[in-house]
């Protein structure tokens, strides 16, 4: 009987690839692994709390958390900021993909599995030449063992990408809710407005409807102010519309639904400040702390990484070593043999035909690709923080010049008028044009106080990132509170 035994040289390749495996990274195998600096980064920026829910516990305390900052209370522009940045299911979708590159990160710190094969043949065969074989084997990719330092090298880069691609996320998210607070409440300011010119206008169209029967007025002017009051009708509905709409916006941002929706926002925004800051050397900081250009320059720094492994494997892309031995026991005339013979194979593909330079060209490519949009990015984040700064003093100076100058002018003229009114000395009519007027100027001068919190909001997001332009989070002018129960 002869027994063939074909064994595994085990301790060779286990030792190459054990010479090489790595400390297990605690940074990538951790529970919120790369989280402490979106944290950070993000405090820095808004100074506001953000949590990544992983579990179901940890989600019901943030909804709790939640609902008693809204429910049945007015909210401001921070509350609503904070509220989204813990409630918002697509931020939370964000920061998964950080623990989704930390684990790629880990897996590729790990080194690869040796490949065991094992067989066993002969069985059943006759009894005449009856012979057995045990065949095993153990493959080690020395190519990962070469490369894996490089490897892990351009997963760290795509880690810290992520780190910054989630900062980005959430200060876009903190300034969309702000900016969707600003709208909310300037809608419902709007309305506001718009009721007490209603009234105006109805008492117009009364009056005019009254002087028509005494025959004081004539059918073309009775007409012109009962359209007009009809006009009035109609855009007060729209406001209001745009109102519900515009707070729509806001309570999908913050994530809000069922009973947590019952929350209301001011009447009116905060009057404007006085004086602003003139942000000289916003493009310095605008250079130091933007994040998108954060992203952009690791961008470029994981394309790097992924150039040197493509040069490192453009010919030789896959390297094995099959180590094992062949043992041979052969029983004849009552004497066993035995004899054994040490074997090694490497496994690797011959570049006949894929070189790995269209490989390698596509590397180089790629690098140059995101060298030019981390260069454009630069320039785009030196103009929008030009931008920025310019909008932010020029909306404060025209929404200044409406509450300090087109207002009080407007309050004179009303008084006046009344005076007027009450000697006799103009109609009523020309008094509730007046009136009219004086809303007309009042919308106005909403509407650029709305603009300038809306700058406001731009400047800082100019600043870290996370705006429409690239920008971030709220304004260095905080948003208090505006008057007003709500809505």
Sequence with gaps: MRWKLKTAAVITPLILGACTAPVLPVNYSARDAGFAAVEARTSKAIGKRTVWAQSQAETVAASKQVRAMVYGKTINAETAVQVALLNNQGLQASYAQIGLSAAEAWQQSTPENPVVSIGLLGIGAPEVGLYRALESMIAVNLLDARTRKQRIAAAEAEFQHAQMQAVSETLALANETREAWVNAVAAFETVSYLKRAAVTTDAAAELAQQLGKTGALNKAAQAREQAFNAEMAGQLAQARLDAQLAKEQLTRLMGLWGQDVAYYVPDALPRVPNTVSSHRGIERLALANRVDLEVARLGLEATAKAYGLTDATRTLT??????????????????????????????????????????????????????????????????????????????????????????????????????????????????????????????????????????????????YGGGSGGGGAGGEAQIAAGGGAGH
């Design 318 to 463: 896959d390297l094995e070593v099959i180590a094992g031995a062949e043992i041979e026991r052969e029983e004849k005339d009552g004497e066993t043999e035995t004899s054994v013979s040490p074997q090694v194979e490497f496994e690797f593909v011959i570049p006949i035909f894929d070189s790995g330079k269209a490989r390698l060209r596509k590397a180089e490519l790629s690098y140059l690709q995101a060298a030019n949009v981390l260069a454009e990015q630069a320039v785009n984040v030196r103009s929008e923080a030009r931008a920025a700064a310019t909008a932010y003093r020029s909306s404060h100076q025209i929404a200044r010049h409406y509450s300090d100058i087109v207002l009080p002018l407007r309050r004179t003229i009303d008084e006046e008028a009344l005076l007027s009114n009450n000697g006799m000395i103009t109609s009523t009519f020309d008094l509730l044009n007046d009136a009219r007027e004086k809303i007309a100027s009042q919308l106005e001068a909403a509407s650029a106080k709305r603009e300038f919190w809306l700058a406001s909001a731009g400047l800082t997001a100019a600043i």
